[in-house]
Structure formats: structure tokens, C-alpha cells
């Protein structure tokens, strides 16, 4: 009964996580989000680029040892983010609001003093980080350069990821799209402006700074969307309510995905440092750095799918409605690994292409054209692996979801990278996520009929409970 009530007096925007087919539901979230990340991604893409103008090799390798950094940054913001939408995704479809509104408004919270700490710890042990992740002594000043920047947009960027999810938990994804693409386009022009001679003549820093001005600008737009009153979701200082439950469970729920970040920053760094016994190291670093950020758009793209997925599925799990989680997640399989495979033609095609875009050098060329066949020539593997993810964070098997988060850049790509470069040179770091990727996908066959049992399982113990009881324990 309270179910049938919810669904008479709800918005559009739950009436597309309850009762728009499962398919229609998911792409028309899932594209706004897909765009919304697409342009995020052309601050790292922007950055790249008009460094690459700068005609320095070192230029582009400083960037480059920033990125494990950066996805740390981000691993962190999903652990709030992610944690806090699939959990306000779940009181949304039981009925709670203001199990929804507590949610994000204290995550939101938390975020932005999570963030100011990592701002003023990574300007303190910058120079020791960077040494970390395979700054070199030509690469260092550059490197800081670029890194300062970047700590001072933590400020910004937790609180606005979390507000961003937010808005996808309730399906209000336009203003998502608004706010990133306004960042975007804002990065794009200010780029040029703060770095060439004719302008302010930063450099690699200025950058950086435009990248953390765009985002301060996201946040403000984002601030804006939640302080007019439009979202059904209300952040509030009323509504901050920091308790141990609250904390476990956004955590619980949030760490799979952001343990996929630590792990890809993780392996960003030692396969850095697996250059860096090579020679030509820069030049690897360097053609590494930029295929990492056109990795990340790849990323993107299932990410921005998982985007829309998500709040359908949190939705029909915590509404109880077994068909229409399971349809969610049929569908969001097959979309995922056609997207993969699309993603890896175009990346394998156009390899030599896409590096030129960045620099001219014929042996960065060579390099990076053979690393970006080679990172993405099994991909299909990271769109499973991400997809069941997703699912077990969704169903309450937040640990299983944990595990299948490290397994492709963690257990397998680790061990490949430390070990295969010292007996086959470069060609090792070209073979080590092939071989990561062979063994990801056979753990992730072999677990999803498991997960699948395990939804239907937890939904039957909430059926014989009232709405918006705790999740039983999965793990």
C-alpha cells in the first residue's frame, strides 16, 4: 500500500526510476551522465593537449605523473558520492526522503572537510608524492607546478561529485549536464589564456589553474540547483545528521567503486616506475601519460552507462521489484560489452591517430599508439567487471563488490607489471594488461550467476519485512 501511494504523487523524475521500461529509463539517464562525464574528461583531455603545444617532452610527462594523484582524488570522491547515491537511490524507492535528504546533505558535508584536507596535505608532502609516482629530477618543477592546482581543487570537487550524484540518484541529470559542460567549455577557453606567452604565460601551472577554476564553477552551479528548492532531494544544513551507521554504510557501499580508482592509480604509478628503469624512460612516461587520459574517456563512456544503470536498479531493489531489477541489469550486460567493444575498435583503429593528436615525436608516437592497443585490446573485461560491481554494491554484497573492484588493476595487473618488464623490457608493460584482463574476465563469468541468486534472495528477506528495513547481510 505505501508503494501504490508513492508512485500516485510522484514527480517525473521518480516516475522514470518506477515505471518507465528499464531500457528507456536507463539510456535517457544514461546519456545526459555519459555527456556529463565526456566533457569532465576534456579537462584532462584540454590540459594534454595544449601542453602538448608547449613542444616539451617534460611538459607532458610531469602531467603525466600527476595522474595516479588525480585518480586518488577521485577514489575518494566516489567513496562519498557513489556510497551516498545508491544509498539515497534505495530511501527514494522505499518511500524514506528524509532518509535521503540526511544522506546526501551529510555526505556532502563531510566531503567538503575531507576535501580541505587533502588540499592542505598534498601541498605539505607535494614534492615526496610526486617522487612516488615517478617524478624524475628534470619532471619535478613542472610536476609541482601542475600538482598545486590540482590540491587546491579538492576543495571543490568532493562536495560538487557528491552533489552530482545526488542529482543522478533522483534522476535530475540535466542540471548534472549543465554544470559539467559549463566547466568544460569554461576549461577550453581559459586554457590558452593562463598558458601561452600572449596570455599569462604559466605554463603547465596555468593549466592547472583554469582546470580548478572550471570546477569552482560546477560546484557553483550545482550549490545553485540545491539552494533554489527544484530537487526533490533537499541538502540542508538541518538535515546533517553524522552518525557511525550512516558513515559504514556510504562506505561500505562506496569503496568498491572508488577501490577501482585506487587500483588504476596504483597501477598507473608502478607502471610509471617500470618506465623509468627502461631507456628512453621519459618518452614512455610521456606517451603513457596521454594514453591514460584517452583510456579515461573510454572509462567514461561505461561509466556514464553505469550512471544511468544505477539509480534504475538501487530504485527497483529498494522498491522491492524483482523484474525490474532484473531487467535493469539483463539490459545494462548488453549494453555494456557492445559499448566495450565499440570503445576498444575505435581506440585500436585509430591509435597512431589519436596519439599525433597530442604529439609529434616518432618515438612517443611508437610508444603510445602500442600501449593503447595493448590497455585496451581485451576491454570488454573492464565493462563486466564494472558493471557487477555496480550490481553487488546495488544488492547489499558490498563485499563481494569490494573484491571484483581490485581484481582487474589490482590482483592480476600488479603482479604482471613488477614482473614482466624486468625479463621483457617495454613489451612486458605492453602485455601486462592483456594478461590482467584474460584473468579478470574469467573470475567475472564465473561469478554472475551467483550475483544474480543473490538479488533475488536479498529482495525476497526485504518482501517479508516493512519498507525501508536495513538490508540483510549478504557478504
Not at 617534460?58 to 562519498?80: C, H, K, M, Y
Not at 592542505?120 to 619535478?140: K, Q, Y
Request: hydrophobic share 55%; proline share 5%.
Amino acid at each position: 500500500m505505501v508503494n501504490t501511494m508513492s508512485q500516485k504523487n510522484e514527480g517525473p523524475s521518480e516516475s522514470l526510476l518506477a515505471t518507465v521500461a528499464p531500457p528507456k529509463a536507463i539510456i535517457k539517464l544514461a546519456i545526459p551522465a555519459t555527456l556529463a562525464l565526456l566533457a569532465k574528461a576534456v579537462y584532462n583531455i584540454v590540459d594534454t593537449a595544449y601542453i602538448g603545444l608547449l613542444d616539451s617532452e617534460v611538459a607532458l610527462a610531469a602531467v603525466g605523473v600527476t595522474l595516479p594523484l588525480l585518480l586518488i582524488f577521485v577514489s575518494i570522491e566516489n567513496i562519498f558520492a557513489a556510497g551516498a547515491a545508491v544509498l539515497a537511490g534505495r530511501q527514494l524507492g522505499a518511500g524514506d526522503k528524509t532518509g535521503a535528504n540526511t544522506t546526501i546533505s551529510t555526505i556532502v558535508a563531510t566531503s567538503a572537510l575531507v576535501g580541505a584536507l587533502l588540499c592542505v596535505g598534498g601541498i605539505v608532502f607535494m614534492e615526496p608524492l610526486l617522487r612516488i609516482f615517478g617524478a624524475s629530477d628534470a619532471v619535478l618543477p613542472q610536476a609541482k607546478e601542475y600538482a598545486f592546482w590540482m590540491f587546491i581543487a579538492a576543495l571543490f570537487n568532493l562536495p560538487a561529485q557528491c552533489l552530482n550524484c545526488s542529482a543522478r540518484a533522483e534522476s535530475s541529470v540535466k542540471i548534472t549536464t549543465v554544470a559539467v559542460v559549463t566547466g568544460a567549455v569554461l576549461n577550453i577557453v581559459l586554457d590558452p589564456i593562463f598558458m601561452f606567452g600572449w596570455g599569462l604565460n604559466m605554463g603547465v601551472g596555468g593549466a592547472s589553474l583554469a582546470t580548478t577554476l572550471s570546477q569552482f564553477v560546477t560546484l557553483a552551479i550545482l550549490a545553485w540547483f540545491y539552494g533554489s528548492g527544484r530537487s526533490i532531494i533537499r541538502v540542508s544544513l538541518r538535515f546533517i545528521r553524522p552518525a557511525a551507521t550512516l558513515f559504514k554504510e556510504v562506505i561500505a557501499i562506496g569503496i568498491p567503486t572508488a577501490v577501482i580508482q585506487i587500483c588504476l592509480a596504483v597501477a598507473t604509478s608502478l607502471t610509471n616506475i617500470a618506465a623509468a628503469t627502461l631507456p628512453g624512460s621519459d618518452l614512455i612516461i610521456a606517451a603513457y601519460g596521454v594514453v591514460q587520459r584517452l583510456v579515461l574517456i573510454g572509462c567514461y563512456v561505461i561509466m556514464g552507462f553505469m550512471q544511468g544503470y544505477q539509480p534504475v536498479a538501487s530504485y527497483a531493489f529498494g522498491a522491492k521489484n524483482e523484474a525490474r531489477f532484473h531487467a535493469s541489469a539483463q539490459f545494462s550486460l548488453r549494453a555494456t560489452l557492445l559499448l566495450t567493444v565499440v570503445v576498444e575498435a575505435v581506440y585500436i583503429l585509430l591509435s597512431s591517430p589519436l596519439i599525433l593528436l597530442f604529439n609529434h615525436n616518432p618515438a612517443i608516437v611508437e610508444y603510445g599508439s602500442r600501449l593503447l592497443i595493448s590497455q585496451v585490446a581485451l576491454y570488454p573485461a573492464f565493462g563486466l567487471c564494472y558493471m557487477m560491481t555496480i550490481t553487488f554494491q546495488t544488492i547489499g554484497a558490498s563485499r563481494y563488490g569490494l573484491f571484483l573492484s581490485t581484481i582487474r588493476q589490482g590482483v592480476f595487473y600488479i603482479p604482471a607489471i613488477l614482473l614482466l618488464p624486468k625479463f621483457f623490457g617495454v613489451w612486458g608493460i605492453y602485455v601486462a594488461q592483456p594478461l590482467a584482463d584474460v584473468f579478470t574476465l574469467a573470475v567475472c563469468l564465473l561469478s554472475y550467476k551467483a550475483m544474480k541468486r543473490l538479488a533475488s534472495q536479498n529482495m525476497s528477506s526485504l518482501r517479508a519485512g516493512p519498507v525501508g528495513q536495513p538490508l540483510p547481510k549478504a557478504e
